[in-house]
Every structure is written in C-alpha cells, then in structure tokens.
C-alpha cells in the first residue's frame, strides 16, 4: 500500500514535469489529440428520455460495458479465470498444480493497467481534448473504493461506479442549478460519497485472502 501511494506521488510530479517541458512548448503538435464522437445505437439511442443516456456514448463507455460481462464470464468459466481466483486466495495450491503464480499476477497486473490506462484515455480523448496535470483529480482511487464498495466483482464495481458517478453529476448540477452551497463543498460531494459508502463496508468485505500478499516459492 505505500509502495502504491508513492508510485501515485512519483508519477504525479514526472506527468507535471513532462507536462511543462514537453506538451506546452508542442501543445499543437503533441496536446491536439482527435476527440472520439459519440456512437448511437439504432433505433435504441431514438426512445425518449433514455434513449439519448444510456444509448448514444463514446467507443470507450461502450468498451468498459462490454468487458463488464467479458471479464465475469472470463473469472468464472475459463481457465484463466480459474487460475487468477487460484492464485489470489491460495497461492501455494495454485503453485502446487503447476500454476506460475508470479507470471500470472505479473500478466494480469499488466492487463489490470492496459484497462486503468483506457479509462485514464477517456479524460483527453474524450472529456477535455488534450492533457492536463492532474486531470484525474483522484479518480483513480475512487475507482479502487468502487472495486471494494463492489465486493471485488465486476458489476459490483459498475454499479458503485455509477453511484459515485451520480453523485459527481449531482454536484455539478446543483453548481448549475445556483445552490446555496458554496461550490467547494458542492465538488466535496463524491469523495464523501466514497469514504460513507467504503467506510460502511469495513470488515463486511473481504478481498482476496492474498491479495498484497508476495508469493515466495518455496
């Protein structure tokens, strides 16, 4: 865990460097990445109200709904699946059938990232159009309350993915809409909604039992 949050501070400080150094002198070279149009789904994206919301998003919303049930259907019916739930609760079991344990958690730490770096590509692809120093402003470890807030399982996560995501649009609306609350506690709203929703949880869920476990093979 604090090897985690210092790689978080060190890449924060080298994205600013890089940032500073590199993009602002080329922003119209290096800063001017395409934005990704939104995709509509025949005849889906037309029914009112709903249809526009759920129905008419962007290549990597509907990337991130698809591998939802790819990724459930792959941990709970392929090998793979198997394996990686092996190699997470009993590792030395895993071991023992000829599993590579540490290849496996080093492959699927990999892929875990290819994900995280697609999300990450929603803010200049999508959101803002080019980067920014800390444009993420903290998403990232909301997105890992939502894997705990989810019970470690990939639509668990999506929906307390969606219910973070409310309450982030809920303070932008009511910014909009002329609240009384001061807008700093207002952008205050989905960070507390994390720590209610996780702190609610402590010891109700269990992660895996060796998760941030090292394996040594002995």
């Not at 990704?36 to 789904?41: A, K, N, S």
């Not at 019916?77 to 609760?89: C, F, P």
């Not at 920014?132 to 402003?137: D, E, G, I, R, V």
């Amino acid at each position: 865990m604090i090897v985690g949050v210092v790689l978080n501070v060190l890449v924060v400080g080298l994205t600013s460097f890089l940032y500073s150094q590199v993009l602002v002198p080329n922003a119209a070279t290096m800063n001017t990445p395409p934005r990704f149009d939104r995709i509509p789904i025949p005849i889906l994206s037309e029914i009112p109200i709903i249809g526009p919301v759920l129905f008419h998003a962007n290549l990597l919303v509907w990337l991130a709904l698809i591998l939802v049930p790819v990724i459930h259907f792959a941990l709970k019916n392929t090998r793979w699946g198997l394996r990686t739930r092996a190699v997470g609760e009993h590792p030395t079991a895993a071991d023992t059938v000829g599993v590579r344990v540490r290849g496996l958690r080093y492959v699927n730490v990999l892929v875990g990232g290819l994900i995280a770096g697609a999300g990450g590509a929603y803010f200049t692809l999508v959101s803002t159009g080019a980067f920014n120093k800390n444009m993420t402003a903290g998403a990232g470890f909301i997105a890992l309350a939502a894997l705990i807030f989810g019970r470690w399982t990939p639509f668990g996560a999506l929906g307390a993915a969606l219910f973070f995501g409310f309450a982030q649009k809920l303070a932008y609306y009511l910014s909009v809409a002329g609240s009384p609350v001061p807008n700093q506690f207002l952008n205050m709203l989905p960070y507390i909604a994390t720590i209610i929703a996780v702190a609610g949880l402590v010891g109700r869920v269990r992660a895996p039992a060796a998760d941030g476990v090292p394996y040594v093979k002995s």
